[in-house]
């Protein structure tokens, strides 16, 4: 049955028209199978790049990071926080219905996983951050969602505190935090984006952190229930 809805949509006919033309021996539901069933088996990672400032080195590291995680087989979605949609909770709408912020907050929350990628600013996190969680449901948001932090910094702290205090908040919010963390520090001086991280210990605990985060997603983690 819904493979037959499928099958009505005009842009997966013209996918599948081609993949016919290419694979013709094989059946067209067949490959749809696949395809669900390969999915359907895929952690999902939302890596969130929690500034607005324009042009920011935040951004540009979540980048690098996500192909990291897709080659290890997770499908991976990059959100950036100068896309949250500020115009609209202007005048403080905590708890109204805004459509803007609730596909946001989907975006960032239809997944298994979410690493934060964080900026220190005046030694703790952006200010936007603070606002994009408290436009987020309570409490069932971060509810048993596992995480993972990497800091950045100009300074020689590499985020630490501003990681620290996101975690705190997390940990209030009941979500599974990963203890591994990656702190940056001096950024400028040890990242371009031609190649990556000249520090040959920043590479390798970033790589560690990575691995053992897509393994750690692969647990299914007790659902929890706040009665
Ligand atoms: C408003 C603001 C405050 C900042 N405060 C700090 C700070 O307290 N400590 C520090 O090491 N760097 C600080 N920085 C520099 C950033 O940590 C640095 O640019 C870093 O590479 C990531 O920030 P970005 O993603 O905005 O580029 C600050 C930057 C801004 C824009």
């Given at each position: 049955m819904f493979l037959e809805k499928l099958g009505t949509n005009s842009r997966i006919n013209l996918f599948l028209v081609s993949i016919n033309d290419t694979f013709g021996w094989l059946n067209k539901y067949f490959i749809i199978r696949l395809i669900l069933i390969i999915s359907y088996f895929m952690k999902?990672?939302?890596?969130?790049?929690?500034t607005d400032r324009p042009g920011s080195n935040t951004l540009r590291f979540a980048k690098h990071i996500k192909p990291m995680y897709e080659e290890l087989g997770l499908s991976v979605k990059l959100i950036?926080?100068?896309d949250f949609p500020i115009a609209d909770v202007a005048g403080g709408r905590y708890g109204a219905d805004i459509p803007s912020i609730k596909k946001f907050n989907d975006d960032v929350l239809n997944t298994d996983g979410i690493l934060f990628v964080i900026p220190e600013y005046n030694g703790s996190f952006p200010g936007i951050f603070k606002l994009f969680i408290?436009?987020?449901p309570f409490p069932n948001s971060f509810l048993g969602m596992p995480?993972?932090?990497?800091g950045i910094a100009a300074g020689s702290f590499g985020g630490l505190r501003a990681v620290e205090q996101a975690?705190?908040?997390v940990g209030y919010r009941n979500a599974y935090v990963f203890p591994e963390r990656v702190f940056i520090a001096e950024f400028n001086k040890v990242y371009t984006d031609q190649d990556g991280l000249s520090k040959p210990l920043y590479k390798q605990l970033l790589k560690s952190q990575v691995k053992n985060f897509a393994t750690y997603l692969d647990n299914n983690f007790p659902?929890?229930?706040l009665g």
């Open positions: 999902t990672l939302t890596i969130v790049a929690t950036s926080l100068e408290d436009y987020l995480m993972a932090f990497v975690e705190m908040i659902k929890l229930d």
